[in-house]
């Protein structure tokens, strides 16, 4: 037995009284390398001020970036029944969704949001990675289907954000189900003559990037983004070749018209406003009365 370490050490922690240090105060940059005070990251939207790295950012940050003042409208979505499988792995179903809910404070893995960007109407449905990531069950497509109604029926362009692993396996063909749900709806908010823009986030992958997140008008992905459909090493695996640098990254994408642009953080709010206006409120402003 080490004395020094067991009995001399813990004995003077007992009268100076130990130091209260969070374990989450400083981040390594995945882009750089370098160490960065947390409190400045996130006050810089979870972006590296040194290289400009991209780290996955909360749904509720991302929307009040969005948003006119950080102000916008929860929508409720239609309940869903849980567990319908009654699956259990490791864990019950259930309990893995009562303990996301417990950390992320989110209902399930979709948020549908709606306010005001530069004074014109937006409808939001945001993924919340953090919750199971971002996985798509029966709730999520409820959560897509009820953004497209909302924006139908308000007139109002709709906006996704997909940061998803793809379907959620708890959930089965229910999961898979929702692949032509979300295409539907998206179709739905085409018909009636309103824009449909998706923004690409780290990652959107599986079932995801195969329904609504490739079906945009305009598609968008901020820098570094992961987008595919099957993993790169499965793919490697299957056809027994090394894939080029960067593939499935959001750069290589625009290069291969995949995407339309490849956005900053901090330019997002100013694009979305900008490509909202000139695809529908531009046009559908009332003429000016002549004088």
């Known amino acids: ?39 400045d990251l996130d006050a810089n939207a979870q972006v590296c001020p040194l290289c400009g790295y991209h780290f996955r950012l909360a749904v509720k940050k991302r929307l009040a970036m969005i948003y006119d003042n950080a102000q916008y409208e929860t929508i409720p979505t239609p309940p869903v029944p849980v567990d ?9 179903y259930s309990d893995r969704l009562r303990d996301a809910a417990a950390r992320g404070h989110t209902h399930d893995a979709i948020v ?12 939001t449905a945001a993924f919340d990675f953090e919750f199971m ?55 739905r908010v085409k018909e009636a003559g309103l824009p449909y823009i998706v923004l690409l986030t780290d990652p959107t992958t599986g079932g995801v990037s195969a329904s ?20 790169a090493r ?7 070749q090394k894939l080029p640098e960067g593939f ?19 330019d997002l709010r100013a694009t979305i406003a900008r490509l909202i206006g000139l695809l529908y409120y531009q046009k559908n402003q009332p003429p000016k009365q002549a004088s």
């Open 1 to 39: 037995m080490n004395w020094l370490t067991n009995i001399v050490r813990p004995k003077i922690r007992a009268l100076v009284g130990a130091r209260e240090v969070p374990d989450n105060l400083w981040t390594k940059c995945n882009g750089c390398g370098q160490m960065l005070f947390s409190r």
């Open 112 to 123: 549908v949001a709606a306010g005001k960007v530069d004074g014109m109407e937006l409808v």
């Open 212 to 231: 609504f997140a490739m079906l945009g008008d305009i598609t968008l992905a901020e820098p570094g983004a992961v987008i595919g459909f099957a993993g």
């Open 248 to 266: 499935q990254k959001a750069e290589y994408l625009l290069d291969h018209g995949m995407v339309d642009a490849v956005v900053k953080r901090h």
């Open 84 to 92: 319908p499988l009654k699956f259990k792995d490791k864990k019950r």
């Open 133 to 187: 990531g971002g996985s798509m069950g029966t709730a999520v497509g409820e959560g897509l289907v009820t953004a497209a109604e909302h924006a139908v029926r308000r007139k109002a362009p709709l906006l996704a954000i997909p940061a998803s692993g793809g379907a959620r396996m708890q959930e089965g063909i229910l999961s898979l189900m929702q692949m032509p749900r979300s295409t539907v709806a998206s179709l």
């Open 234 to 240: 499965v793919i490697e695996e299957t056809i027994r």
